[in-house]
């Protein structure tokens, strides 16, 4: 296993959530670590609650935007790992009420950005480091009506690691698939029943608790790490899969 100690990691979507998290594990790890996001506002809470920590940088960036994430890299210059937990609320509606200028957003934001960010990262990306990419549950468990949109976005994510596996080698390419996870994203899109949910599917999970950020954090510094492991999925769901 190779250490992060004194390696550069840029987290895409590093102002809250998953993001954030990765952040603060690949600190403690000895990285440097430049965190990526669209606010600028975000951006400045999360590097004060990771301590104004002098081996954290800033980016506001659309990645959505070509040109902004090709500047971005430009200005980050050579580094080693490439982390995106960036995403947005996925589509809710059933394919047939479906608006299809939502899914091409929601397309753009996840999937269309995460080539973005893979083409301009690969010109500064040192050889032999990695990309690490965030699908999710809803790929193997998606919500009935509703989830087809999201499902095929997230599952997209398995087939591109393994292409850009073997285009990028020594490169490693990964993704992380999590489950239901405690963030920011959940208060936005529920509200306060967001703890009657998190209960509810808590009882069923074997792992028997939801996910906070720091659990899934350990799988992006795993892969990181990982010399051997590319082109690979790794669920870190608590055997939401299983139910």
């Known amino acids: ?69 090709a500047r971005a890299f430009d200005d980050v210059g050579p580094f080693d790992h490439l982390v995106s937990t960036a995403g947005t ?40 480091g990695s990309m ?28 591109f690691a393994h292409a850009l596996a073997l285009e990028l080698a020594p490169t490693r390419v990964n993704v992380v698939s999590p489950g239901w996870v405690d963030t920011p994203m959940w208060d936005d899109m529920v509200g306060e029943a967001k703890v009657g949910y998190f209960a509810q599917m808590a009882a069923r999970l074997p792992a028997g608790r939801i996910a906070t950020p720091a659990d899934v954090a350990a799988a992006y510094v795993y892969l990181m790490e990982s010399e051997l492991t590319t082109g690979e999925t790794m669920h870190i769901d608590g055997g939401q899969r299983l139910v």
């Open 1 to 69: 296993m190779a250490s992060l100690k004194g390696q550069k990691i840029v987290v895409v979507g590093g102002s809250s959530g998953i993001g954030l998290g990765v952040a603060a594990a690949a600190l403690q790890h000895g990285a440097d670590v430049v965190i990526v996001g669209r606010s600028s506002e975000k951006l400045e809470a999360a590097q004060c609650s990771l301590g104004q920590d002098r081996r954290v940088t800033s980016f506001a960036v659309d990645i959505t935007k070509e040109q902004d994430v």
């Open 89 to 128: 609320p996925p589509p809710g509606d059933a394919i047939e009420r479906i608006d299809i200028d939502v899914v091409r957003r929601f397309f753009d934001s996840k999937l269309i950005s995460a080539v973005t960010l893979a083409k301009h990262a690969a010109r500064t990306l040192r050889k032999g």
């Open 132 to 159: 690490t990419f965030t699908s999710g549950i809803n790929k193997d468990r998606p919500p009935v009506p509703g989830g087809a949109v999201v499902a095929a976005t997230a599952g997209s994510f398995g087939y």
